[in-house]
């Protein structure tokens, strides 16, 4: 069935370094992303969106890029710092009455000092 | 300030009880929604409503029931006929047709003993 979905389960880096983290969906009619970070016990929190008529969006500190083409979803956290260790979810909305936000499966980062 | 906000923080059932999980919001929203969390799982949507005195079934919406009688109240009943029903509920809402960011609520720790 149609899913969003991300490529790596976990991902580890060290203080300072970027990551990346990546997501990848199937439905072409998607034409809203979002990036969301959850905290243990907490619900999720609001990170970047993209919009479909876009290939990148800038935060402070975050990016997001999307490839239409091959359907992928990226998340880049520049200078990763240990407050950014928490699960990532990418979710779409595929732009049609009657359908809510689809997320994926989420990715733990863990950050090290 | 505005928000939405879940309660209880944590609720304990006993099996074959219903039990109702309240979420409230105050952001003047037309959309809420009421998503399952299972441990290192994404976000499965249980059900979800557009609009006051309608809702739809989202993908897992057995043993679950809603109402909406009113826009900032959107109540999650989960059944004796839920079989596995130990799990974080979130709730969340949207302006609209989920085509802009969801808020989420902190969620509700469900466990049946």
């Known amino acids: 069935g149609e899913s969003v979905g991300l490529h790596l389960p976990t991902l580890s880096v060290q203080e300072g370094d970027n990551s990346i983290i990546n997501c990848a969906y199937s439905n072409s009619a998607s034409d809203y992303f979002i990036w969301y970070k959850q905290e243990s016990g907490k619900g999720p929190q609001f990170i970047i969106d993209i919009r479909s008529n876009m290939d990148k969006r800038q935060g402070q500190r975050v990016t997001v890029l999307l490839n239409k083409t091959v359907k992928h979803l990226s998340l880049q956290i520049a200078a990763t710092q240990p407050g950014d260790s928490a699960v990532y979810f990418c979710a779409e909305n595929r732009n049609q009455a009657g359908t809510a936000l689809i997320f994926g499966k989420g990715t733990t980062l863990s950050v090290s000092s | ?113």
């Open chain 2, 1 to 113: 300030d505005g928000g939405i906000t879940q309660s209880p923080k944590y609720l304990f059932r006993k099996e074959g009880q219903n039990v109702t999980l309240s979420c409230e919001q105050n952001l003047n929203h037309d959309a809420m929604y009421w998503y399952r969390q299972d441990p290192g799982q994404g976000l499965r949507l249980i059900y979800y409503s557009q609009i006051v005195n309608d809702f739809q079934k989202g993908d897992i919406a057995e043993g679950y029931s809603v109402s909406r009688e009113k826009k900032e109240s959107f109540p999650l009943t989960v059944t004796s006929a839920q079989k596995n029903p130990t799990a974080f509920y979130l709730c969340a809402s949207t302006w609209d047709r989920g085509n802009t960011e969801a808020f989420f609520g902190q969620g509700t720790r469900l466990t049946v003993v």
